[in-house]
């Protein structure tokens, strides 16, 4: 049932159908241990070593045959150097043989020396070397002095490349190696990720429209800071926490808010990151996980969508799946393995509570289950109040009628709808977001983009006409509490045109005079379609559908017929829980023709009801039905003039429609239901 005002629509073109939907920082944090594994790679470290030995074998082998030196007496070297014959040389001391010995090299200009292998340049001599040939050598200006080497010196000299080589060998192997472990083995390692306390911190003040759920985990932040308030007294806070709630209700919000609030690290895990197609991997990665949080302690570790692998074990028509359950096992165990006293709470979401195994909701695992629903009309104006303080909003932008008029939409959706509101008020050029922006971003939300050249004159006209019809019918039979918001014939979505309503206040229940007039209004449509043409189309196959679905309701369901307070429903159990493979039928033939002819009775009833009333009101129908024809849309205030004045006395204000050069969207075919005039729930987004 949709809340944002029901709405009637007028169906798609390819199916040329009618629609009717009704309301239905005192800690520092702790790095992360687990670092992304880097792949080893033997092809690189084939390289590397190829690179290795051939800087070794440059080193240490000159591939070319260099002729050793001639071996010369102290005098000859003199005589050359006195002769003009050498072109460097150099004087070492040699304090191994003793004083005044020194060992002298150097080149010749001409290769007239001889060694062992022939003639040579170059040239050593080893002796003791007088004052006089000393200075003879100096005066040469040839020969230059040469610190001594020392042992050291040596030694350094002949082992730094060994040194070279096994350093680089240690980084390349055993980095390799090291990492090879973490990637190849690193199957059983948690993928838990720590949220950073500077960049990814939330507190309470950033969640909204979820008080009692907020007001229930407080007593687990005030354990995080202060556990020895509790353990005095003898107290046990829960071990775990099962968040239970629609998609986009802000489950994962909520959970980073209590971290940030406790101020303690915060591992974030997908319950589907512990299934892998190798048996057991699941299981190293939960114990793996729970290590990371002992080490982290005092810390929160949260599982999101926790029914990918606590699901219920051995259900379904296959059995159960080996590597879950076994996963499944490992996480039973590990949480009664350790104690709150330890630091760790386990915060896990789901929105399908229904399917987890009942030892993993026994008290000592997760204790306590809280409920996080979809936001009231308060909870909605304060979530659209948070999201609304990054956007630049116009003086005419009113956040509580914003919330009154999207019922059933969570906290993803709201901020998604102040965003589209942004988004559109920036491609017409604006500097705030206004009000008529927000009302176009919630009707493409809800019923998809507006397509306005699907249509030729004769179908605006039966789509005016049916259109007004709901109206009508509607606008007559409120009480007050659920006025009609707007009327438009411009296509959304598959809709060819819908009508529109808004509840003055959230609707927990709905009396059966209320279901009786939702069944009216969608009969509104076809009655004015057949009063106007002259004949019936299949335009009003989704305002039947709807109507019929209601009617069941009542009379299978809610027990609002002559039948009596009988549950007469189909049994819905779902088979791959595993619970019932075959259904049997609790209803004999003899009831079932009863419960087709009180369905046909409350269709029927209120189908004359509503002809009686537009029988009533033709003159402000055939107007109501103009003025779409002139304006494409009007507000619920123009009809009710025309029912009480004759005519419109507010001014229509028109919303010039987006630019094609400016954005080019395309239409939303999953904004409505299988019936072209059912609005759908809409659905609720991820937090």
Request: aromatic share 6%.
């Amino acid at each position: 049932m949709t809340y944002p005002g029901g709405t009637s629509t007028f169906a798609d073109q390819s199916q040329n159908t009618f629609r009717m939907s009704e309301p239905d920082e005192n800690k520092k944090r702790r790095p992360l241990k687990n670092l992304p594994p880097e792949s080893f790679q033997p092809k690189v470290m084939l390289i590397w070593l190829a690179i290795i030995a051939a800087i070794v074998a440059l080193f240490y082998f000159n591939p070319t045959k260099t002729p050793q030196p001639a071996m010369l007496k102290m005098q000859q070297v003199v005589e050359l150097a006195e002769q003009g014959k050498v072109v460097e040389g150099y004087i070492r001391p040699d304090p191994s043989a003793g004083r005044d010995f020194y060992s002298v090299s150097g080149e010749a200009k001409e290769a007239n020396l001889r060694n062992e292998t022939g003639l040579t340049k170059s040239f050593v001599a080893n002796g003791r070397l007088t004052d006089a040939n000393f200075e003879r050598l100096q005066r040469s200006l040839v020969f230059t002095e040469k610190p001594a080497q020392t042992a050291m010196t040596q030694l350094l000299y002949n082992i730094l490349p060994f040194i070279i080589v096994i350093g680089l060998l240690y980084f390349l192997f055993v980095r390799q190696l090291r990492n090879a472990g973490k990637g190849a083995l690193s199957f059983g390692k948690s993928r838990a990720k720590l949220l950073t306390r500077e960049k990814d911190r939330l507190t309470f003040a950033d969640v909204a429209g979820c008080d009692e759920a907020k007001e229930e985990v407080s007593e687990v932040v005030e354990f995080l800071r202060d556990p020895k308030k509790f353990q005095k007294i003898g107290g046990r806070i829960p071990k775990g926490i099962l968040m239970v709630g629609p998609p986009g209700t802000g489950k994962t919000l909520l959970a980073k808010a209590i971290a940030g609030e406790a101020d303690v690290p915060f591992f974030s895990i997908s319950g589907s990151d512990f299934v892998e197609m190798f048996v057991g991997v699941g299981a190293s990665r939960v114990r793996d996980m729970f290590e990371q949080g002992r080490k982290n302690a005092p810390c929160l570790i949260f599982i999101d969508e926790i029914d990918a692998v606590g699901r219920q074990r051995g259900a379904g028509l296959g059995g159960g799946n080996d590597e879950r359950e076994q996963t499944l096992n490992s996480l039973l165990v590990e949480m009664d393995g350790f104690d709150t006293q330890e630091g760790i709470i386990i915060i896990a979401a789901t929105n399908r509570p229904d399917v987890l195994d009942s030892a993993l909701l026994r008290p000592g695992r997760f204790d306590r289950q809280v409920s996080i629903d979809l936001p009231d009309i308060n909870g909605r104006e304060q979530i659209l109040r948070v999201h609304a303080r990054k956007i630049a909003l116009a003086d005419n932008v009113d956040l509580p009628v914003i919330a009154r008029g999207t019922p059933g939409l969570s906290g993803a959706e709201l901020a998604n709808l102040l965003n589209e509101a942004a988004l559109l008020a920036a491609r017409r050029n604006k500097k705030k977001v206004e009000m008529a922006d927000i009302d176009e971003a919630r009707d493409k939300v809800l019923w998809g983009l507006s397509r306005r050249r699907v249509m030729d004159d004769a179908e605006k006209r039966l789509v005016a006409w049916h259109e007004a019809g709901h109206a009508i019918v509607q606008a007559v039979l409120d009480d007050g509490t659920m006025p009609v918001h707007k009327v438009t014939i411009i296509p959304r979505g598959q809709s060819l045109g819908s009508t529109t309503y808004l509840p003055t206040k959230d609707i927990l229940t709905q009396p059966k005079k209320k279901l009786l007039n939702q069944i009216a209004m969608a009969m509104g449509g076809r009655i004015a379609e057949e009063l106007v043409t002259g004949d019936l189309s299949n335009g009003a196959y989704g305002d039947i559908k709807q109507a019929t679905r209601i009617a069941r309701a009542m009379v299978c369901d809610y027990g609002m017929s002559e039948l009596g307070p009988v549950a007469m429903g189909n049994n819905q159990d779902t088979v791959f829980l595993g619970r019932d493979i075959t259904r049997s039928e609790h209803l004999s033939e003899d009831t079932a023709r009863k419960i087709d002819a009180a369905v046909s009775d409350l269709i029927s009833g209120e189908y004359k009801r509503a002809q009686q009333i537009i029988g009533d009101h033709r003159a402000a129908l055939d107007k109501i039905a103009q003025a779409l024809l002139e304006h494409e849309t009007i507000e619920g205030k123009h009809v009710l003039e025309i029912l009480q004045h004759g005519e419109i006395k507010s001014p229509i204000l028109t919303v010039k429609p987006v630019a094609k050069d400016a954005a080019k969207p395309a239409d939303r075919a999953n904004s409505a239901s299988e019936s072209a005039g059912d609005t759908p729930t809409p659905a609720p987004s991820p937090a």
